[in-house]
């Protein structure tokens, strides 16, 4: 009896120990939710779900600009630009997911809206790389987004 | 004695020969040329070494000589004729490389025009999609760049419109 009482108890020691995969996993990021959740709200022109997605610090960089902060960021890239295109797809190359950063890289196209009456319309593409961390409160958040875009055709 | 007349004599055949022939420009062919050389030297060659019989020393010495005279000289014209063609593939050449190029500054001509009639305020309109007269499309299909020239916008030296996302 006593054999078996310390077995069972040996037993539960070493559950005890034994490390929870699955505890790991629930806290690395799934980057490709909140990118799905970045560009779905950009389609949706969600002003105040992108700025809820935007870090404090966060960076924006795309040829010559470089914007820097929540405010200088939302103001001249998403709201200069959200109003400009539509139908925004990203197709991935490249993605990381760790337990405090994560990142998602690849292409992306988009319609260009045209900016006049009786202007064409656009057929926009480029390469991205969207970098996610996690902040002090375990929320994930863009910290730094980097686009190359490249000549827009008119669409046919 | 004799002996250096017969060669002073075959030095002033040689030179009759050849002088005359290099001042009317080409006339003898070059294998011509060493065919006479050749053969003059040849026959006074001949005539010299037979001294026995220097008739036939002499026309065998000619016959002799004609045939090296000739070799020798298709060999110089088979050597200039590949000088030629050496200098013809290289003009050629030369001729391609300067087509090539101006070739790319008319490429770079055309499609620079687009944005200097876009800096003086006039949009070259070509392109499928450009049915109204107010509608600005590029060369190849591609939208201008509105903010040219803006140095706080991602492009500004870009002609075409980069920037969509």
Aim: aromatic share 8%; with cysteine; glycine share 10%.
């Amino acid at each position: 009896m006593k054999t078996l009482f310390g077995l069972l108890l040996s037993g539960a020691v070493l559950a005890s120990c034994s490390s929870d995969p699955s505890g790991t996993a629930t806290d690395a990021a799934n980057v490709q939710s909140l990118n799905q959740q970045f560009i779905g709200a950009w389609n949706s022109k969600n002003t105040a779900q992108l700025d809820s997605l935007l870090a404090d610090d966060v960076q924006f960089v795309q040829g010559e600009t470089h914007y820097k902060g929540k405010a200088e960021v939302a103001d001249k890239w998403i709201g200069a630009t959200l109003s400009t295109i539509s139908d925004l797809k990203t197709y991935t190359a490249s993605s990381g997911n760790d337990t405090q950063i994560a990142y998602e890289a690849g292409t992306f196209s988009t319609e260009v809206l045209p900016d006049a009456p009786g202007a064409p319309r656009g057929e926009g593409e480029g390469n991205f790389i969207l970098l996610w961390k996690k902040g002090a409160n375990d929320k994930w958040k863009l910290s730094y987004a980097q686009l190359e875009g490249l000549p827009v055709q008119v669409k046919n | 004695m004799k002996k250096a007349s017969y060669v002073f004599v075959l030095f002033l055949f040689l030179f009759a020969a050849v002088h005359p022939a290099a001042q009317a420009q080409q006339k003898i062919s070059t294998q011509a040329k060493g065919t006479i050389i050749g053969a003059g030297a040849g026959a006074l060659g001949g005539a010299l070494i037979n001294k026995r019989n220097r008739a036939v020393g002499g026309v065998v010495g000619g016959v002799v000589g004609a045939g090296a005279g000739y070799a020798v000289g298709k060999h110089i014209d088979n050597k200039k004729k590949e000088r030629t063609a050496a200098a013809n593939r290289a003009a050629a050449a030369r001729a391609a490389s300067e087509r090539a190029t101006a070739q790319r500054a008319a490429v770079a001509r055309t499609t620079t025009t687009p944005a200097a009639t876009q800096r003086n305020g006039t949009m070259a309109l070509t392109g499928a999609g450009s049915q109204s007269s107010s509608t600005t499309v590029l060369a190849d299909g591609y939208l201008p760049n509105s903010a040219y020239g803006e140095r706080d916008t991602p492009y500004p030296t870009s002609e075409y419109r980069r920037k969509s996302w």
